[in-house]
């Protein structure tokens, strides 16, 4: 259940609120919902205008398409959007964790490590998608807040759903959950090195493996010339 703002909430709160909203709904659709900004103010406890705003933002990210006098149009995510975020997100995953590996405390990486303390035994992973499906997300979004970019953190926070949202069962799917554990604990062994270039190579070829698989079960061959390591 989404949160509703408090009174001081900011714009840019709003404009958050509405956008990890859109993104769990979007998660669940498999044909197109029309959004009213009426039921999205509404929902949230604002007014319409920071809400107005914020459509007019997240159209322009591709989340919605604004329609005159017909509201907001909520699609879901397809197949090749999710292939083509992939591809992309291999090189801003990659740059994440160079940032993070020169960022990093040591509380930060007992912090990463912690996220996957439950799942050290083997077969673990396997045994609850939900939970380890859980820890991938925050794994993910804590890279991103450790890279120290805020423009950076922004795009995730407007595309990242789209890998933790979008096919939230894929590494359950394609039994990856091991492989999974194994490339998130190399690239925080990289990051508690201070080894930023070896963090960012992890990090890309993590994404990559993740691609290739995704393909692979569709019955296609692995595209050439996106981003291999």
Known sequence: ?????????????????????????????????????????????????PVREALIRLDSTGLISLRPGRGALLQPVSDKDYMEWL??????????????????????????????????????????????AQANVSFHKEIFRLAN?????RVWASFGHRQTSYRRRTIARLHRAEDSLREHLAIIQAIEEGDAEKAAALARAHVRALFIAVEQEAGREPASGVGTI
């Open 149 to 153: 970019n805020h423009l950076l953190e």
């Open 1 to 49: 259940m989404t949160s509703k703002p408090s009174p001081k909430t900011t714009s840019q709160d709003i404009f958050e609120a509405v956008s990890t909203h859109l993104n769990e709904l979007r998660a669940q659709i498999t044909e197109p919902v029309r959004v009213r900004e009426e039921d999205l103010a509404n929902k949230l406890g604002v007014s319409r205008t």
């Open 87 to 132: 591809q992309l997100r291999e090189q801003l995953e990659g740059f994440a964790a160079r940032e993070a590996a020169l960022n990093a405390s040591r509380r930060d990486v007992m912090g990463l490590r912690a996220l996957f303390a439950p799942f050290m035994e083997s077969g673990a992973a396997e045994a609850a998608p939900e939970r380890y």
